[in-house]
């Protein structure tokens, strides 16, 4: 099983940027959903598993609102069943004409204890979606029903979101650049990595404010690494702590 | 004639993802207007009838500042001669590289009493249009003037704004999601049933965020009926009232 | 050299609008960097001479987090060279899949005084620039690093951000509509006729708020030019001043 | 089961054009598969049950060209498994950066017996494709193996392609405007209606080009049905027959 | 009155990209048409006054088959009234995912002796518009009928088209490039214009084809000029002529 | 220095697909010039080495057609000094609404021996370079002269062209698919193990025409590698030879 409390934890005090950054060093160049973006500026940080859901194209004869009552529609499905602490992924294939979800399906995923929402489509009310707080990323506002122009097909297969692949499992971190995708079997070396690099920009903005040049601070040299841990030690902190 | 007072207040309460819902279920499946925002979060909400001014490309030899100048500019007419309490719908084609209008042409339109101003282009002076709080919906903000790129060719035909039919007096409501147009034949019907919807909504909002399933709430089934009716009589409301 | 600190201070107190329009007057249609916007409202006007850095796609063998160590990395030759007062600009071809700066880079202009930065791609670290308060403009928030899609291929050249030509030494003017380039051998009589312009339209602003019709007064007549003309002995203020 | 040999024969004589008209008829406005064309002009007429193959982006530590050693993969599996008569329909997410198949694979299908391949991505090796005389749909030509950006999911899923929901068993059918998808349960009777209107039709155009104007003949009016039923009789051909 | 029959010949001997030249040395920028081409390779050439077309979207209420069995139906109104020789030109506001005409609708043109059609849509029937052999322009093949997703407005008004401003009256030019719109007051001088420069750069290309360099030929100089009145006078050829 | 005989030879018989899979296995992803194609079908194969000329957006008082009367003019230039056998490659910034050159210049470029000329952006005068049978790419036919949206900027740095890095000096090769451009340092393996692929994919593509199925033939095992050397026995033709 993936994300113990102090990966999440570790996760939930580094950026997208730095996720990113550690994930290219792998070679991993295609992470970060393209075109998704917080609902709001100041959400509380994202971090969870994915669970996901794939939509399709909608068909008149298949799709109307009377399908939103079989409990076992997938999207009503995904609402009840994606677990507390993780991460709602859907793949709408970028299209944002109609909604992914709205705000009472986005209330009771935070009833339930998920920890966030991501479409590279649409919600409605967000209006509604605002008022709850709840890290909910997307493409842009829609208020028409899903209905219109979406099907949704199943759960928990290896979808595409903002042009990502996302497996099951996969670890959704967000923040205001958006959503980066870490694949699970790196999360917990990504994490360590990641907020230890945190440490050294946060040394490295300090100084960077302070007036000092990048060259030989940023990326870091020997010397400068030797000038952070110092800088550590008087801060009292290390991620080796 | 279309939009009594009542329906108007109705308009006001109802958000444009019920108006959708009730839109589609008669079949009509296009009437949010795509890729149009409000121009800040927070405005007040818009409902009028829809006045329509219609943009073509501009041809040099034509458009020029001066065109501008002649009062039976379309553009200029339209912002003269739109009702109080009507929206002015600009067809811009969404060509958003120059402005549609812009904070002068819009604090006119408020000082008239017209209800809001719609484009699928861009207005300028974006500032100085936060400033009048007025409801105003977009597509981005774009500073060049509109003759760079459009010219003003007539008013109150039948027009497409953000890939939706706009026929002058369908009426435009407006809120955080963006523009619905309601073609004015429908107008009283969907009101009464969005208003009846809403309710219903706001009890099921209120139930999820006590921790309640969505199946068997949402959509109602005639037990959820049953409870909401005695919800709606503990509280003393009813849209039938 | 171009700027002067009279001019300087003329471009900081008018619009991207008011100068679009001046510069269109010159048959100079295409001024404004289409799809580039601030990163946040409220941020302190942006005027500067452009500093060019023009940014090529990305190759796997040249391009890794290495090539940020070399300090002759036009990258970090530009964030360290370009003049306090300027604006960088950098030519990102539209690509916002990767970032141009980040926080970090940004900060370091900020310290040295620079005037703005100006990018038709992405920026990393969106939470840490909004911090900085510093006028920054992009087309979206970007979290991966540069180098996965992009290469920085050289500075002070001539280039094209947001559809528009850059030539080093234009003037770049940024507000809440988003930015204008002015060409330098133009800055002076556009900066003094936008001047005027911009308190012309002060006036048709506080006419038309008070009731006015615009016909007669937006644009200008003679008679309405006139009445300008009392408004500002009125008030004590003229750019003739 | 779906596709008899008369229905197959019959859909081979009607146009795509045709047979979205009886689709519209029946309240079916999303059955064109759009941005999707044949590789070349005058191939065979294309008609087929769909066999469905799912695409999503690649991950670089799971899609090199190593993967496609595995005869499970997916894509192979399709081509290898497909029934002769079926079409191979592609959902590529509109991913057309690199190719949803080559040569090799179409030559494979043709050996097969398989009646068409749709992608709305992109082919490699186009003149060894077209060389094939192969019904073949797509976005457009593109070189790179499909591993650079696309990972084979699963087969015979529902899917979108071209912004189209496709079911397997639905039949596909393909002309020079490009592909239709008709829904496995409306196949035989969308047969026989463009059987018929396709008669009307020859009956149409041999009048028009006679100089005949369309009032009256087009749509049809009953003289025009009692013109045409002669017009059968003397030619000796009725969809009855 | 427009087009004499010394221009509409003149027109039919010169390419669109020196018309488009001609008007680009007057100030007209923007008179080709955007992403609008041939229906195929070899087509006759077409010249024409514009007839104008314009199409809005589709409303369910009011748009379904049926629509076309009105002779007041603007679509057929036009098919049926636009002047032989004339071109059909149709704003479908880019819309290419349903058909603006079909090959019945444009063989009833080429009956009626109009000199073409253009739509920035999509025709349907494409293998039967290629047998037709008539000048079409459009942006790609559509099958599905108009009505799913257009509306016919109204004829001959101003119109956009391929993001081109088009007033009944313009004379259209296509060729393989595409097609440029002609201001009706310019046509009889561009027109002689461009005979010229035809002449001077079939001189040019017979020069270049043996071998000479551009600079001095091409553009043109005084010691260039001569050089063409002597070739001219060899081929006993002239535009004064 | 790079392109010898043997390589240019080597290369004009493999494909682009080929090219970017053997790019690919070495970490070369984005290698193929996206939405860039031969001007017509059947053109000679395009080798040569990469002649670099970039072009940023116009600028009124800059471009005009006199602006070509300058020999200094770098559009004029690149075309009077690309070497012979080298191809031509333009950074048109995905820029097509004017043209990148036209049929009297790739004239010139063809009469000096010129291998090709690569676009991301229009040609003008479609017509006169079919009739030519030179190799040309690009993206879409346009009748408008450069100036009206491109300003020839500066020869032989590095480019972006179709969203790829291309330096002077890389070889650019071109079939029917379209463009990839082959680092110069890696051009010689390349060819070679190219020419390798492409004959075991003819021994391939022979045996599945033939019936035989993809596993373990496609992609190769020691088996199947046996059975391609006696293949190659019997036909006398090796790679080694």
């Given at each position: 099983m993936a994300l113990d409390a102090q990966t999440r934890s570790a996760l939930a005090?580094?950026?997208?940027?730095?996720?990113?950054?550690?994930?290219f060093k792998?070679?991993?160049?295609?992470?970060?959903?393209?075109?998704?973006?917080?609902?709001?500026?100041?959400?509380?940080?994202?971090?969870?598993?994915?669970?996901?859901?794939?939509?399709?194209?909608a068909r008149e004869d298949l799709d109307s609102m009377e399908a939103y009552a079989d409990p076992q529609h997938p999207q009503r499905r995904a609402?009840?069943?994606?677990?507390?602490?993780?991460?709602?992924?859907?793949?709408?294939?970028g299209e944002a004409r109609a909604a992914s979800a709205g705000d009472i399906l986005i209330a009771r995923l935070k009833a339930r204890g998920v920890a966030g929402i991501v479409t590279d489509g649409g919600y409605r009310d967000l209006a509604g979606i605002l008022r709850l707080g709840f890290p909910a990323y997307f493409r842009r506002p829609s208020a028409p029903p899903g209905a219109v122009f979406l099907h949704a097909a199943d759960v928990q297969l290896p979808i595409g979101c903002g042009g990502v692949a996302v497996y099951p499992g996969d670890v959704m971190v967000g923040d205001e650049d958006g959503v980066v995708c870490v694949p699970a079997h790196l999360v917990a070396e990504i994490a360590a990595e990641a907020v230890a690099m945190t440490e050294y920009e946060d040394f490295v903005l300090e100084?960077?404010?302070?007036?000092?040049?990048?060259?030989?601070l940023y990326p870091a040299t020997p010397e400068s690494r030797a000038e952070f841990a110092a800088w550590q030690r008087a801060k009292g902190t290390s991620s080796a702590g």
């Open positions: 005090r580094v950026s997208t940027a730095t996720l990113t950054t550690c994930l792998r070679g991993l160049r295609n992470t970060f959903l393209q075109d998704v973006r917080p609902v709001a500026a100041g959400l509380p940080r994202m971090v969870g598993e994915a669970f996901t859901l794939r939509l399709i194209p609402i009840e069943t994606c677990p507390p602490g993780s991460v709602l992924v859907i793949d709408s294939r100084r960077v404010e302070a007036g000092r040049a990048l060259p030989g």
